[in-house]
């Protein structure tokens, strides 16, 4: 089935440094969305794109949506510690479907 | 907007039991719901899909028999783990689709115990 790699598995960094991660597919994606998970809760939509090309950010947070369709990457700048969580790439295939990528856990120190 | 919740958020239940866990959308009406299931350190894998008025579709590998799944109203969703034994303790997660909007919104999870 349809996998998303998603990359690095964790980060750890220091407070008001940049984080980059990214996701890659063999298949082509419609849309692609990123989430943040804290422990216990569920995933909260961060960003959403919907064109190959598309650059779009929310506050520290910008995510591009790849000229192939089949990548993505989700940078956030000076970290912050309540950045703390999983971050999830998910790719909407064209049976409405979403696949998930494996997270990426970020620990940010003060 | 968009809020959905689960009920309950944890729940601990024995071996050879049911339980049954709700989803609802809160301010908004959903003709689709999702559930999955997230492992420890794992991702969040579906389950069904189910959309209201409708038997659910499962994913492949998932027992429909022992995940049984009711979507009957536009704003509540229930799964009810059947028999449940303890490799069924999980993370279950539900979303909800808006009709307007595209996008699933997640609810809080429910943390499942079997004894």
């Known amino acids: 089935g349809q996998q998303l790699n998603q990359s690095p598995q964790s980060m750890f960094i220091q407070e008001g440094e940049d984080v980059s991660m990214n996701c890659t597919s063999s298949?082509?994606?419609?849309?692609w969305l990123w989430y943040k998970q804290e422990p216990g809760e569920g995933p909260v939509l961060l960003i959403a794109?919907?064109?190959?090309?598309e650059l779009t950010s929310n506050g520290r947070l910008t995510a591009q949506f790849g000229i192939t369709r089949k990548d993505s990457f989700l940078n956030i700048s000076a970290s912050i510690p309540s950045d703390v969580g999983i971050y999830f790439c998910?790719?909407?295939?064209?049976?409405?479907?979403?696949?998930f990528g494996q997270g990426t856990e970020l620990s940010v120190k003060p | 907007g968009a809020v959905v919740s689960q009920h309950p958020s944890r729940v601990i239940c024995k071996s050879g039991t049911s339980v049954k866990i709700e989803c609802r959308s809160l301010?908004?009406?959903?003709?689709?719901m999702f559930w999955y299931r997230q492992f420890p350190k794992q991702s969040l894998m579906l389950m069904a899909t189910?959309?209201?008025?409708?038997?659910?579709?499962?994913e492949q590998g998932v027992e429909k028999d022992k995940f049984l799944i009711n979507h009957a109203s536009l704003t509540l969703s229930t799964l009810t783990v059947t028999s449940a034994h303890p490799e069924d303790s999980s993370f279950y997660i539900c979303?909800?689709?808006?009709?307007?909007?595209?996008?699933?919104?997640f609810g809080p999870g429910t943390r499942l115990t079997v004894t």
């Open positions: 979303s909800a689709r808006p009709r307007v909007l595209s996008e699933q919104y």
């Open positions: 298949s082509i994606f419609n849309t």
């Open positions: 794109l919907y064109k190959a090309g």
């Open positions: 998910a790719g909407r295939n064209q049976g409405g479907k979403l696949i």
């Open positions: 301010d908004f009406q959903a003709t689709t």
């Open positions: 189910s959309n209201e008025g409708s038997k659910a579709t499962y």
